[in-house]
């Protein structure tokens, strides 16, 4: 499945994949000045706060993780138990930050997680498409095994010559295999100009580079012309400013024509950013709702966006959280075909808990439904029409019988 680069945001024991989940984190700046998930710029506004991101990680870039759901509701843990445990170990020169984990890990909070003060520095970077790393996506395979899924390219990990496919075995040393793909991604990060040796095997041949971290960035958003008017609009993650991004795509398009939303191995990101998107294609309306704790609060498209021009999504096992969300909204609402494979079922809620010693417990508290009221935690999207490698080619076709294209 395809990774983000070096973030770690949450991703547990499960498969690791890798993205940021619905996420109520502009409280943590005020209450500990470094949190776990700042992707709000404004407590009160919908969706503010809120980050939606199907992996888990706290690295940033390349390097990251992914989950599978189970549709049973999603566990939380207890955010009093964890703040106390914190506490407790602290007054005893202990690691708070260790005893709020294993009570996380205790309560079969899936998505639960706690930051140190360096990730949560680190996760901020990510969401403006920034971070410290070699260039590395790195995914966790059946076996635990960590194996390259991506290199970004003109990193250091590209100008060494390595590639998709090749197994991590170290990481300075530190064996790998079985941990993580956050717990990897936290040992690929560090200061820009550090080195760092990797121990990787490749068609059975063992391989060691040693790299030097760098300060890299990744474009979220990219569009592309093919032939008869069809404007592909990529969308890798809803990092900042990606929403405004795609809106600025559909008005240069000029009249006439379709778009191909891509979100394939779009891991999520900020919601807000994710219901700017969105509103790019809507007219105002419903674009999904979500609960915490109980209280039911609801997330709006802006007013303008266009209706009137053919529309294809595309999606697969990689689109997760805010993507998924944005998947739902435009198929709900009959503005676009789904077409690809079924998305990764990302939908739960997670709010942040500071704790004594200035880390901080992202916490599951509620879940988010598209518009028809769905719940995709555990099930994902199932698209209009299913393809797989050939998914673009059937978007044009499906643009094609809409009047698009040649």
């Excluded at 880390?359 to 797989?388: H, K, N, Q």
């Amino acid at each position: 499945m395809p990774g983000l680069p070096a973030f770690c945001l949450r991703p547990r024991d499960l498969r690791r994949g890798a993205a940021l989940t619905l996420a109520f984190i502009a409280a943590v700046g005020a209450a500990a000045g470094t949190g776990c998930w700042d992707r709000a710029d404004a407590v009160g506004a919908p969706g503010a706060g809120l980050t939606a991101a199907g992996t888990q990680n706290p690295a940033a870039g390349p390097e990251a993780p992914r989950e599978t759901g189970t549709g049973t509701g999603p566990a939380t843990a207890d955010r009093e138990a964890v703040a106390r445990a914190a506490a407790e170990a602290a007054a005893e020169g202990k690691s708070g930050k260790k005893a709020a984990e294993e009570v996380v890990s205790r309560s079969g909070d899936r998505w639960g997680m706690v930051y140190d003060q360096g990730e949560y520095a680190a996760f901020t970077d990510d969401l403006d498409g920034r971070w410290t790393g070699v260039g590395l996506w790195i995914e966790s395979r059946r076996d635990d095994r960590i194996a390259v899924e991506k290199v970004q390219p003109g990193s250091p990990a590209d100008r060494s010559g390595l590639r998709a496919g090749d197994r991590l075995l170290s990481v300075d040393g530190h064996a790998v295999t079985g941990l993580r793909v956050c717990d990897v991604v936290a040992l690929l990060r560090g200061g820009a100009g550090t080195p760092v040796v990797l121990h990787l095997t490749r068609d059975g041949a063992d391989l060691t580079e040693t790299l030097r971290r760098e300060q890299l960035h990744t474009e979220p958003v990219t569009v592309r012309k093919l032939p008869g008017g069809i404007t592909v609009i990529k969308v890798a993650s809803f990092s900042r400013g990606s929403g405004e991004r795609v809106r600025a795509a559909v008005r240069a398009a000029g009249p006439g024509g379709g778009f191909m939303l891509d979100l394939r191995g779009n891991p999520g990101g900020l919601v807000t950013e994710a219901v700017t998107a969105a509103s790019a294609f809507l007219d105002g309306g419903l674009v999904a709702t979500y609960d915490v704790r109980g209280a039911q609060r609801a997330l709006y498209a802006g007013p303008g966006g266009d209706t009137t021009r053919p529309l294809v999504t595309l999606v697969d096992g990689g689109t997760m959280s805010a993507a998924e969300l944005v998947t739902g909204a435009l198929q709900d609402r009959g503005r676009a075909v789904a077409v690809g494979t079924r998305t990764f079922g990302k939908g739960s809620v997670q709010m942040p808990t500071p704790l004594p010693d200035g880390s901080v417990a992202e916490l599951t508290v509620g879940a988010y439904r598209t518009p028809a009221g769905r719940s995709l935690d555990g099930s994902g999207i199932t698209p209009d029409l299913a393809a797989g490698d050939g998914a673009e080619e059937r978007a044009r076709t499906v643009l094609g019988g809409l009047g698009v294209g040649p």
